[in-house]
């Protein structure tokens, strides 16, 4: 897609607002908002088409699909949400086929990074809330006292937020595309 690099850039500050902003709602409410998605996907269409014309619809079209396909797999299988799957398409849509390729494959790297370190986390967070209510514990009292459990539920149902792996992403393929520099 050839289009101007001033207006081009315009039209990725749109894109990166998205993404940060749905990597934040899904942090903290484990939800990616339609309210969000579907504006930015229209200014997606409208942009490339009025940018690139003809070339730049068909690109917006199957960078949507492609974004779309990425993901749906894992989402099949119940590894993600709808959420994330809508949320590559729209990547795709301003990013193009090309971008949304790239995107996708560092989403899925820096979605096996952060589900990773999740796992670490989920480990040895237990571990230090031991630790910590041992050490008050003995302050309180001046006394040793034995390892004991949480009171944590260890088997309750997990979600990890996969939109900052998205995000991050979408900024690597930005940043491999050349639009910082």
């Known amino acids: 897609m050839s289009i101007d690099a001033p207006l081009g850039i315009a039209m990725m500050l749109p894109l990166l607002m998205m993404v940060t902003l749905c990597a934040v709602t899904d942090i903290w409410t484990h939800r990616i908002p339609n309210i969000i998605?579907?504006?930015?996907?229209?200014?997606?269409?409208l942009a490339n088409s009025l940018l690139a014309g003809l070339p730049g619809l068909l690109d917006c079209s199957l960078g949507l699909l492609f974004g779309l396909a990425i993901l749906f797999p894992l989402y099949f299988v119940g590894g993600t949400s709808a959420g994330d799957v809508k949320l590559l398409g729209v990547v795709g849509a301003f990013l193009g086929t090309k971008g949304v390729m790239i995107a996708g494959?560092?989403?899925?790297?820096?979605?096996?990074?952060?589900?990773?370190?999740?796992?670490f986390w989920r480990v040895i967070e237990p571990i230090l809330l031991t630790q910590i209510a041992q050490l008050?514990?003995?302050?309180?009292?001046?006394?040793?006292?034995?390892?004991g459990t949480t009171t944590r539920n260890s088997s309750r149902s997990v979600e990890i937020p996969y939109a900052?792996?998205?995000?991050?992403?979408?900024?690597?393929s930005l940043w491999h595309l050349g639009y910082f520099g």
């Open 105 to 119: 494959f560092a989403t899925v790297i820096f979605g096996g990074v952060l589900g990773l370190l999740f796992i």
């Open 37 to 45: 998605l579907w504006p930015a996907l229209t200014l997606a269409f």
């Open 164 to 172: 900052p792996a998205i995000a991050c992403g979408t900024y690597f």
């Open 136 to 147: 008050a514990h003995e302050a309180e009292a001046a006394e040793p006292r034995a390892t």
